[in-house]
């Protein structure tokens, strides 16, 4: 008998499990077109709003207090204060990542600073990284954030409305970057040493990624991102990696035609892909309460479909996907698993929502 390794066992029974339909609450509401959250470590959770506010909000209670010391943002179309994520030391450096829509010369572009959290005040903020060049766009800013095992940042960016940005590795935009903690480049980046591109590039050929995680076993980075008329795609992005935005989708003009063949050699085609488009938004992996064998599911949230779709992975392919929340009509921001246990969700809207959700086994 063919001997199997423990890593391929797990990955290839990860999400077997079902998980019941889940009990819903709602922990704060009266939210302005809410993007991002993050826990702290007492369970209270940092929430930017899109126009340029970040909140601390108590889940127990729903009261929120206003963080002081953020970016000015520019606040248009889908641009403004976006993401959220906390340094992996924080409970000693206390430091708070933000990306966000910013003005600078030619336009606009997105940021990634940090401040300590002192408090109501995010004391000592400083601009860490700007993807550059600037464009005049008031779309497709990417704009998740995730810190990797070994302490690198990845953050996304989208290809700004102008889709031949995504194949020009002398433009950040259209790719995950890879940095330091610090905004600075890693040694190891796959571009680090070529003068044709830019050096904090780690993967290229992407739309508009607007949802990233690592996975709960092997620690490597997937995301997903915005197709045009379908082609949604999850991706697991490699380095030095071409996922083919626009050469190659699944997607449609808008108007009807197609905009290149589904698959193209020489690029990554995508772990799974949706059409029609459902306008995906927030990723996470889920191993809480209801997933105590330890396989959890992947949680990906719709804008354009209102829903949460509870995806069955068997190692890096999709076999089953679910559903939920479709009665509830709200647009799906943000997806983070909560120190309690919880899954809380972030509706987009204009008096938008923290929901809690709670699992048990089927």
């Not at 990284?129 to 990845?154: E, M, N, Q, W, Y």
């Not at 999850?234 to 030095?240: D, F, L, Q």
């Not at 959890?296 to 829903?307: C, D, E, I, S």
Request: with cysteine; net charge negative; proline share 7%.
């Amino acid at each position: 008998m063919r001997s199997v390794s423990w890593l391929t066992l797990v990955l290839g029974l990860w999400c077997t499990a079902a998980l019941a339909q889940p009990r819903v609450e709602t922990a704060a509401e009266g939210l302005e077109h809410p993007w991002a959250l993050a826990f702290l470590p007492g369970g209270e959770a940092l929430v930017t709003e899109r126009p340029g506010r970040l909140l601390r909000v108590d889940p127990q209670t729903g009261e929120r207090t206003v963080i002081s010391g953020t970016p000015r943002v520019d606040a248009r179309g889908q641009g403004g204060l976006l993401d959220i994520e906390l340094h992996p030391a924080f409970a000693d450096n206390r430091w708070v990542y933000l990306t966000w829509a910013g003005r600078c010369e030619g336009g606009n572009a997105t940021h990634l600073g940090r401040g300590r959290l002192d408090g109501a005040r995010l004391a000592d903020f400083e601009t860490l990284f700007v993807a550059g060049p600037c464009v005049r766009s008031t779309k497709h800013f990417g704009s998740r954030i995730v810190f990797g095992r070994d302490g690198v940042l990845f953050m996304t960016t989208g290809d700004r409305g102008e889709r031949d940005r995504a194949q020009d590795l002398g433009d950040h935009n259209g790719s995950v970057l890879r940095l330091n903690d610090d905004g600075g480049i890693p040694a190891d980046n796959p571009f680090a040493d070529r003068s044709d591109a830019r050096s904090a590039i780690y993967s290229f050929g992407h739309r508009n990624p607007q949802g990233a995680a690592t996975h709960p076993v092997t620690g490597a980075l997937w995301i997903h991102e915005h197709g045009p008329r379908g082609g949604d795609e999850i991706n697991r992005p490699e380095p030095g990696a071409n996922f083919g935005w626009p050469e190659t989708t699944y997607g449609r003009e808008y108007w009807g035609p197609e905009i290149g063949p589904n698959t193209l050699p020489g690029t990554v085609p995508p772990i799974h892909h949706w059409t029609p488009s459902i306008a995906p938004s927030g990723m996470a992996f889920y191993t809480g309460p209801g997933s105590e064998d330890g396989q959890g599911r992947l949680f990906v949230g719709a804008l354009a479909q209102v829903h949460l779709a509870q995806l069955t992975l068997d190692g890096r392919r999709v076999v089953d996907e679910k559903r939920l929340l479709t009665d509830r009509g709200r647009r799906i921001r943000a997806i983070e698993p909560g120190p309690d246990g919880g899954l809380y969700l972030l509706t987009d809207h204009a008096d938008g929502e923290l929901l809690r959700l709670t699992f048990t086994p089927r």
